[in-house]
């Protein structure tokens, strides 16, 4: 079912952390039925003048919120059975973390991403059970944390059919946000780096997304023009309005939940339900373009007329 065109949208982009973010341009929201890997354009699926398609990771290409809840169920179960804690301040301290983990603010000159989150769960059980600082205790939970997540992070198979049909067509890269350790042995656990042309990593860059000039990195890196490119990506703050503000050939919203944005947030030019849905973009971007082509054909043969 596609959505109506969307209306302007004014005002403010509130950025992750509080930051304001600049506004790039808008496009149309069309939602697009699904379609199997492999099943558009007669088995191509690239769209005239896109070269490159840009993938998100974190709960675009992975389910990294899934992921992270067994990893806190796990942590529960062990400062129960093991430390012999509460089912409410353990679970008081997952959130704590959580919290903390939505507002940290890492500089890798200063302090490794470890010690940082080690420090965390410090600081949240002594929030929630008082007494002396148990730095061990943190380690403990933020190693079986970690472990855990990594663990369950997987490319599902038909993403990985879908990447696979894709990249015959067109040029694919990983860009994601954050620390560098932290993204590299996201990457490394669902094993997603042969599906991928070039995989950038903005904790390793001068700047991350939404700023164009990690984007305009990209299109360097793969030989391609912001024009040709394409974002997919599941937030609004980063994936879309970086891809608006480098002037990328489109962006593409993952919504799950189809969810309505503020009235303030960017405005991509499709919403996608899941990551498979992104062949039948495509797909219309395919459509859309021999249509147009076909008008100009008609126009120009009746004034030759």
């Known amino acids: ?16 952390e509080g930051k304001k973010k600049g506004r790039g341009g808008k496009g149309r929201i069309c939602r697009e039925p699904r379609v199997r890997a492999g099943r558009v354009c007669g088995g191509a699926m690239g769209a005239p003048g896109v070269k490159a398609v840009f993938f998100d990771l974190d709960n675009t290409l992975v389910d990294t919120a899934a992921a992270g809840r067994r990893a806190i169920e796990e942590v529960v179960k062990a400062l129960r059975c093991r430390h012999r804690c509460g089912e409410g301040q353990a679970r008081a301290i997952c959130e704590k973390v959580q919290a903390k983990l939505l507002k940290e603010c890492h500089d890798p000159a200063r302090t490794c991403i470890t010690e940082l989150r080690i420090s965390h769960w410090e600081e949240a059980i002594r929030e929630t059970i008082g007494g002396e600082a148990n730095r061990s205790l943190a380690a403990e939970c933020y190693f079986l944390w970690k472990s855990t997540r990594l663990r369950h992070l997987t490319l599902a198979e038909e993403t990985r059919g879908m990447l696979t049909e894709l990249r015959k067509a067109v040029r694919l890269l990983l860009l994601t946000n954050g620390d560098r350790q932290t993204q590299r042995e996201k990457i490394e656990a669902c094993a997603c780096q042969p599906y991928f042309d070039a995989i950038v990593v903005g904790g390793e860059q001068k700047e991350e997304k939404p700023a164009p000039s990690i984007f305009h990195y990209c299109c360097d890196l793969l030989g391609v023009q912001p024009a040709e490119c394409v974002m997919v990506g599941d937030s609004l703050d980063t994936d879309i309005q970086g891809g608006l503000n480098a002037g990328l050939k489109a962006t593409v919203w993952l919504n799950k939940t189809m969810a309505t944005p503020a009235d303030s947030s960017p405005v991509p030019h499709y919403v996608i ?33």
């Open 1 to 16: 079912m596609r959505l109506r065109p969307a209306a302007a949208r004014g005002g403010e982009e509130r950025g992750r």
């Open 273 to 305: 339900s899941s990551v498979l849905d992104l062949p039948a973009v495509l797909q219309k971007m395919e459509h859309n373009v021999n249509a147009k082509l076909g008008n100009e054909h008609a126009v120009s043969s009746n004034g030759a007329c």
